[in-house]
């Protein structure tokens, strides 16, 4: 049995007060909870209201204010939590692997000219990527801006867009490290800035992305 548009933002309302604001995040657990629904009131003739209350009840852990990654005053429910804990989690793995390979590769080198010249190809192709990197958030910061559509990766990407500019001394500083030691956690260092230029680009690509999908719907 498919709901009336006045049940569907009857779910979407209740969503809200419970804190579920993120636009991407409040469409995938609407229609999870409207195909909840309509299955109960299909299977067991319920009414709207009492599957309803009944389907909920079952979400009802989902939307337990949880404090959020890295702050101690803001507040998220559980599910909006998971999902951002999802991104931190395969950004981990992203960035030890991009490291591991780099730092390995590193390791095949023996000579201590060429370890040379390999540091400075991976600051070369850095400085490249970070200019990239801000070029691409300034357009998807100008996109953005003119909607007023809300997403799990339009807050991430917000989040990140100052600390960007911390690295600015780190882009324009020339040394080398000579010794063996800090050479090789300078190439593990950049497999981890790599990772966090590639992971600030598709924050803003997917929210972009959201919200021409949104648009159309």
Not at 28 to 43: K, R
Not at 57 to 74: C, D, M, Y
Request: hydrophobic letters at 45%; one cysteine or more.
């Amino acid at each position: 049995m498919k709901l009336t548009t006045e049940q569907i933002e009857c779910i979407n309302q209740t969503l809200v007060k419970k804190g579920v604001k993120f636009d991407d995040l409040k469409m995938e657990v609407l229609d999870h909870i409207a195909s909840q629904i309509e299955y109960e009131m299909a299977t067991t003739q319920k009414t709207f209201p009492e599957a309803y209350n009944q389907v909920f009840e079952r979400w009802n852990a989902e939307f337990e204010p949880t404090r959020a990654f890295f702050s101690l005053r803001i507040y998220y429910p559980k599910i909006a939590r998971s999902k951002f804990g999802n991104q931190i989690k395969l950004e981990i793995f992203t960035t030890i692997t991009i490291a591991a390979v780099l730092f390995f590769s590193f390791q095949l080198v023996s000579d201590s000219n060429t370890k040379l010249q390999f540091i400075f190809w991976i600051k070369k192709v850095f400085f490249y990527a970070y200019i990239g990197t801000i070029l691409s958030m300034f357009i998807f910061k100008f996109f953005n801006a003119k909607s007023k559509v809300s997403s799990t990766y339009k807050h991430s990407f917000d989040a990140r867009f100052p600390s960007i500019f911390i690295w600015l001394t780190l882009i324009f500083n020339d040394n080398i490290p000579q010794d063996t030691t800090n050479q090789n956690l300078f190439v593990l260092s950049m497999g981890c800035l790599f990772m966090y230029l590639l992971s600030t680009v598709y924050l803003g690509f997917k929210h972009y992305q959201f919200q021409k999908k949104f648009s159309i719907q």
